[in-house]
């Protein structure tokens, strides 16, 4: 078979999507492409290249026959307003690089959307499939555009490129990492080892997220499905939604003493700007996807594979 790459391997749905990959399609079958960071434990085929840098991704294409990328390069949206231009360019240049090199070399694509291409202006509750997106973060108008140029190259060139609008993600394997709804990730962490958290939105925030494996097992699903619809679509992809002081809640089944604390910061203003609930009704209907973890399931397992590691 021809081989897949995935680029961004080592974030945080990279780095839980290769074994399943993996799992799927075989070791042998997958080739990670990481920049700055690799896994210290990693064991696969490993590749490191700036995905701006197209001839290079071209090269990793050929040398290994490249037949599907999952391209999940991407800085996120607390870090992306730190330096907007270099949001801008590992986002958009990156992700434009794989379009093209898709359409040149006959490659199937992945691209992951996110709740962030939404604002303010969206419906907040049930957000429809096909609604207002004006996002007000860097990260948000990366994934609005990077629709826009998807949905283009599907349609100019035929690319089969598939994309999936994500929630939150949920997930203990990687640490925080810079993203608006990493509260729902660091209190498990600071949680378990220091019994108190301060928590950067209001209590009674509330947004959409979903635990990684039901992430994981969407993307693959998604990409295996033979897709027999007429119009290109992002899907939104739901699981379940809660506030901040409902996970603290369901976490004191486990940790009794917690403390956590509320301090709003400039999160909040972007918190505020996402949908609280997400209609997935056409993701349900055209590839059959259903969520499996609610947020007792997720809270268990979080709480049962973080005091294994960080105690």
């Not at 079958?29 to 995905?51: R, W, Y």
């Not at 040149?104 to 907040?124: D, H, M, N, Q």
């Not at 709804?181 to 600071?190: E, L, N, P, S």
């Not at 709003?264 to 996402?274: E, F, G, L, T």
């Amino acid at each position: 078979m021809k081989k897949i790459l995935v680029t961004g391997a080592f974030g945080q749905i990279g780095s839980e999507l290769v074994p399943a990959l993996y799992k799927e399609y075989g070791k042998e079958n997958v080739v990670s492409m990481g920049h700055s960071t690799v896994g210290k434990d990693f064991d696969g085929i490993l590749e490191q290249a700036d995905a701006r840098d197209k001839q290079a991704i071209a090269n990793i294409i050929t040398k290994y026959d490249i037949g599907t990328i999952y391209h999940l390069v991407s800085l996120l949206s607390v870090k992306g307003e730190v330096d907007p231009s270099l949001t801008w360019d590992i986002n958009m240049n990156g992700l434009i690089n794989v379009l093209a090199l898709g359409v040149e070399f006959k490659l199937k694509v992945y691209w992951p959307s996110s709740i962030a291409a939404f604002g303010p202006t969206t419906p907040r509750d049930d957000t429809p499939q096909h609604t207002i997106l004006e996002p007000t973060t860097m990260y948000g108008v990366t994934k609005s555009a990077g629709e826009g140029l998807c949905r283009y190259y599907h349609k100019k060139y035929g690319l089969d490129v598939r994309s999936i609008r994500y929630p939150g993600i949920i997930s203990w394997k990687t640490p925080p990492g810079g993203g608006t709804t990493d509260y729902a990730v660091g209190i498990f962490y600071d949680g378990i080892k220091t019994g108190k958290y301060e928590c950067f939105v209001r209590e009674d925030t509330k947004l959409p997220m979903m635990y990684i494996d039901d992430a994981i097992r969407a993307t693959v699903d998604l990409m295996k499905t033979d897709l027999n619809t007429q119009e290109w679509n992002s899907y939104n992809l739901a699981a379940i939604s809660f506030t901040a002081r409902e996970l603290e809640e369901e976490l004191k089944k486990y940790i009794p003493n917690l403390v956590v604390t509320y301090k709003p910061d400039h999160r909040q203003k972007i918190a505020d700007s996402w949908p609280k609930s997400i209609d997935d009704s056409l993701a349900r209907k055209d590839w059959g996807w259903k969520h499996e973890y609610g947020l007792p399931e997720m809270t268990k397992i979080m709480v049962e594979s973080l005091q294994k590691v960080l105690k």
